[in-house]
């Protein structure tokens, strides 16, 4: 997408958020790093001038929620910085891509160690497809689904990723 394409489907979606959301109010945004964080500050800027109101932006580091990463590649957890509570607010859920699911199954988990929250929905600027989990985003940039060839190349990157934890596995 080019950033002309990438702001007008900001644009699209901040309404769209505003619209099922009934305004502002009770509303916050949480990105899940790394590039949900940017997209959620821009669309909590977007909102925050339309609707004249401040809302309150915060990253989540969903690293030790994950159920892909082996315990072997120690992977270094970033701290969430979510700033206010999330206790019986409306969150939206922010991140670049929808695939497989697992990054959101982890997000909400990690979100759910936090409190409460009254709502939780989730905005993203792709959606491949191909879950593996029974998971939909409410808000949707585009839709853009991976071909069989990409789906292939995703699988072997995975398979050379597990080969390197078996090597790692036979070193140690």
């Known amino acids: ?6 702001e007008r489907t900001l644009v699209r979606l901040v309404h769209e958020i505003i619209e099922k959301n009934d305004g502002a109010r009770d509303l916050a945004l949480v990105g899940i790093r790394r590039r949900g964080v940017f997209l959620a500050q821009r669309i909590g800027q977007m909102i925050g001038r339309i609707e004249k109101t401040s809302v309150p932006v915060g990253s989540l580091d969903i690293t030790a929620y994950r159920d892909d990463l082996s315990p072997l590649l120690k992977p270094v957890v970033e701290k969430s910085e979510i700033g206010f509570s999330i206790e019986g607010k409306r969150i939206i859920l922010v991140d670049d891509i929808l695939y497989t699911g697992r ?4 997000a909400l988990e990690a ?10 929905q989730l905005c993203v600027l792709i959606d491949r497809g191909h879950r593996e989990l029974p998971i ?15 789906r292939i190349e995703l ?18």
């Open 1 to 6: 997408m080019s950033s002309s394409e990438i």
């Open 103 to 106: 990054t959101t199954r982890a």
């Open 111 to 120: 979100l759910f160690h936090h409190g409460r929250p009254q709502r939780v």
């Open 136 to 150: 939909e985003a409410t808000f949707v940039g585009r839709r853009i689904e991976t071909t069989r060839q990409e």
């Open 155 to 172: 699988l072997l990157r995975e398979v050379d990723e597990s080969e390197k934890v078996l090597l790692l596995e036979k070193a140690s």
